[in-house]
């Protein structure tokens, strides 16, 4: 848990390198994402917000984050990456791109030039596109580059969409006993994943076998 939640997608975001976490994440779970994921973990605030799963956004690339975020911010992780600010009303980063290192869908109704500056931060084609009707496609889904998971109500038309943009096999699951909303429960890359404390066995199981850990 981070933050005494499981809602792990809320307050971390992570790439094939990297995790950014909250200012103040205890040392075991630093050290528990370290060796889950095999990422450096950097510690930071966006906005000054500990939610930086949902403000911000990544690949190997670089970051997209919230307009609100402070200059103090962004100048570390530009050591990390291209970082970019969101340019709309809409800064929820983390909530509404899904991204991996080829490809990235994002809220439908995200003006062109917020569109230009994920291609631009994230190097990778960007597609507009809902994941079981919802437009926080960030929080709906987890992409890596072996495989993607989303909400168990998507449609076959999402679907086929989605794996024509990451070119990857599409699964459905839910994470925290249930949970639809992947996204806010389950931080993954290539390496390793690292789910809600409330995740169960056969979720567990779902987890693994979509994104290519068995």
């Given at each position: 848990?981070?933050?005494?939640?499981?809602?792990?997608?809320?307050?971390?975001?992570?790439?094939?390198?990297?995790?950014?976490?909250?200012?103040?994440?205890?040392?075991?779970?630093?050290?528990?994402?370290?060796?889950?994921?095999?990422?450096?973990?950097?510690?930071?605030?966006?906005?000054?917000?500990?939610?930086?799963?949902?403000?911000?956004?990544?690949?190997?690339?670089?970051?997209?984050?919230?307009?609100?975020?402070?200059?103090?911010?962004?100048?570390?992780?530009?050591?990390?990456?291209?970082?970019?600010?969101?340019?709309?009303?809409?800064?929820?980063?983390g909530n509404i791109i899904l991204a991996n290192d080829t490809a990235a869908v994002v809220h439908p109704r995200l003006p062109n030039r917020a569109v230009k500056v994920i291609e631009e931060a994230l190097q990778v084609d960007v597609r507009r596109a809902t994941i079981a009707g919802l437009k926080t496609v960030g929080m709906a889904g987890v992409a890596t580059n072996k495989g993607v998971l989303v909400h168990p109500r998507v449609s076959d038309a999402e679907i086929a969409i989605l794996e024509d943009t990451f070119n990857l096999p599409v699964d459905i699951g839910t994470v925290n006993f249930g949970s639809p909303l992947i996204g806010?429960?389950?931080?993954?890359?290539?390496?390793?994943?690292l789910a809600g404390a409330d995740t169960t066995g056969p979720e567990l199981g779902r987890i693994e076998d979509a994104l290519g850990y068995i």
């Amino acid at each position: 848990m981070i933050g005494g939640s499981p809602v792990l997608g809320v307050f971390t975001t992570v790439t094939e390198n990297v995790a950014l976490v909250p200012v103040g994440t205890p040392h075991e779970i630093v050290q528990q994402i370290e060796e889950a994921l095999r990422v450096r973990v950097v510690q930071t605030s966006i906005a000054g917000s500990f939610v930086v799963g949902s403000l911000a956004c990544g690949n190997c690339s670089g970051f997209v984050v919230s307009r609100y975020a402070y200059a103090e911010e962004i100048e570390p992780l530009q050591e990390l990456g291209n970082v970019q600010v969101i340019p709309d009303v809409m800064t929820a980063a983390g909530n509404i791109i899904l991204a991996n290192d080829t490809a990235a869908v994002v809220h439908p109704r995200l003006p062109n030039r917020a569109v230009k500056v994920i291609e631009e931060a994230l190097q990778v084609d960007v597609r507009r596109a809902t994941i079981a009707g919802l437009k926080t496609v960030g929080m709906a889904g987890v992409a890596t580059n072996k495989g993607v998971l989303v909400h168990p109500r998507v449609s076959d038309a999402e679907i086929a969409i989605l794996e024509d943009t990451f070119n990857l096999p599409v699964d459905i699951g839910t994470v925290n006993f249930g949970s639809p909303l992947i996204g806010s429960g389950l931080l993954a890359n290539s390496a390793g994943y690292l789910a809600g404390a409330d995740t169960t066995g056969p979720e567990l199981g779902r987890i693994e076998d979509a994104l290519g850990y068995i």
